[in-house]
């Protein structure tokens, strides 16, 4: 009797001791992550209404996985997990009803033992024969692309396919050696044809069907090698695949060049181009883009802005940021449109300023009245077509430092230059994407220029709506072009806004100015 009582003395003593080591674990993990949180809202370059990664360094950051889902956008992103020592790469989940302000989920993917893959890389949802949630993804460390879907009201928890993996890169001495890699992967179900359409992105991408996701057969190359409307150096990965109206658009990367587009017709299993574009120009940092399409019917995409912090500014234990939702619409003359979402209005502080229109004389400029550095700026001008006009944001009062955003009516180019962004160096170009960024075949010189096409038609007035958000800025101009860019300015005073001209006077038309509010509070 006495021994079983000390047995169970003892069972409950250890039970006591146990829970008291689990609380001192508690108490200094969520120490740690007051302190690592505490460090990065230090951070005076992290933006505050642009989503970024929670915590830790996240290189890649893709969007991926993106879906409308019952009332609410869900996204994944790349983040990067210390598993048995060793870095991988898995899917975090981030759900939104609003497109700004955003809550965590538990992870979209990750890694179990017994999995094929030894981490999660890039791509993207569709919906099953039965309309069921799917994701199709490439599998890190064993080159082959699975699917995993879930069907879970609120996509919580994903199961992976029975059948992965759905496509393997040929083996070596096979008869399809060479011919296509299993990579970034984009699929869809056809209702004409009740078949799954697979791309399989990289250096060559190659397309698949399917008509129950378990046996694939090859057809051939989704895109015409050699009338693919690209440079010879460039890929085509992250590929996604959709419509908008009567056409079909594969927006894509290429690793050297960033984010671009194809808009075209499938028919007959065979993909025509018709049109070919970029969303990023060297100097640039739009990447890796995710698409979804909402109840509305809007195609809205996001993407990844790499980062190019100097190496003397401090860490503050993060990075991994998103650009804007961007909606994307087609013209009725078949170019492609781009626009911030008319949810934006709804996290513009109160106030804000309004000027109305005034001319600006030649090689002069004017300083607006309300600064900061997260804010909306929407500016109109009516300009030479001889002489660059434009606007000037991150301005400190005594010039060393200036963020300059021009339209070049001779060139015709909106440029963003940044050779005085930051006091002590240049912002330099992102060597990840860019190999040789002193030179690019078929740019010319980018060292401290980011220089994207843009026209305005004849009487057109030039409208810009600009977003800068700490060292992120987006550029869209009259719905028809948008260039991204991140600068770090150093300077505490570097808060000032100018408009100026150049050669000649240019007319300022209404000028709004909003700050913005604070959205990713995770």
Known sequence: MRKSMFWVLGILFSQVCYAQYDKKDDADLMNASRKLRQLIQRDPHRPIFHFANPEGIAMPFDPNGGIYWNGKYHLGFIYQSLQNGKREHFWGHAVTRDLFHWTLYPDMLDVKPGDVELGIFSGGTFLSREGIPH?????????????????????????????????????????LEGEYRA????CWFDKKTDHYYQIAGGEIAGLFKSKDMYKWNYIGDFIDRKNNRLFNYEDISCP???????????????????????????????????????????????????????????????????????????????????????????SKSGEMQVN???????????????????????NTERVVSMEGTSLEIKADFKG???????????????GREETVIQYDPVAKEIIIDFIKSSFHNPVEMVTHVISK???IEGFGSTTSRQRAPFELKKGEQLQLDIFIDRS???????????????????????????????????????????????????
């Not at 199961?159 to 992965?164: D, L, Q, R, V």
């Not at 911030?340 to 030649?362: D, F, M, S, V, Y």
């Not at 030479?384 to 005594?398: I, L, M, N, Q």
């Open 135 to 175: 994701i199709i993804y490439h599998g890190a460390g064993a080159d082959v692309n699975l699917v995993a879907y879930s069907k879970d009201r609120d996509l919580r928890k994903w199961i992976k396919f029975e059948g992965n993996p759905v496509l393997a890169t040929p083996a070596k001495g096979s008869a």
């Open 183 to 186: 990579w970034d992967p984009e």
């Open 240 to 330: 996604d695949f959709f419509r908008i109206g009567d056409k079909d658009i594969l927006l894509f990367i290429s690793h050297q060049l960033g984010t671009q587009y194809y808009i075209g017709k499938f028919e007959n299993d065979k993909y025509t181009i018709e049109k070919h574009g970029r969303m990023n120009w060297p100097g640039g940092t739009f990447f890796a883009p995710e698409q979804l399409v909402d109840d509305k019917g809007r195609n809205i995409i996001w993407g990844w802005v790499l980062e190019r912090k100097p190496a003397h500014l401090p860490n503050y234990g993060w990075s991994g940021i998103m650009s804007l939702p961007r909606v994307l619409t087609l």
């Open 340 to 362: 911030p979402p008319e949810e934006i209005r709804n996290i513009r502080l109160p106030g804000g300023l309004k000027e109305k229109p005034g001319t600006i004389a030649a």
């Open 384 to 398: 030479s077509d001889k002489s660059a006009y434009g606007v000037k944001v991150f301005c400190s009062p005594d």
């Open 437 to 439: 960024p002193e030179k």
């Open 472 to 522: 992120i800025i987006e550029v869209f101009a009259n719905g028809r072009q948008c260039v991204t860019q991140v600068v770090y300015p150093e300077l505490k005073t570097s808060t000032q806004i100018k408009l100026f001209a150049t050669d000649e006077p240019v007319i300022a038309g209404n000028l709004e100015v909003y700050e913005m509010s604070e959205t990713n509070n995770y």
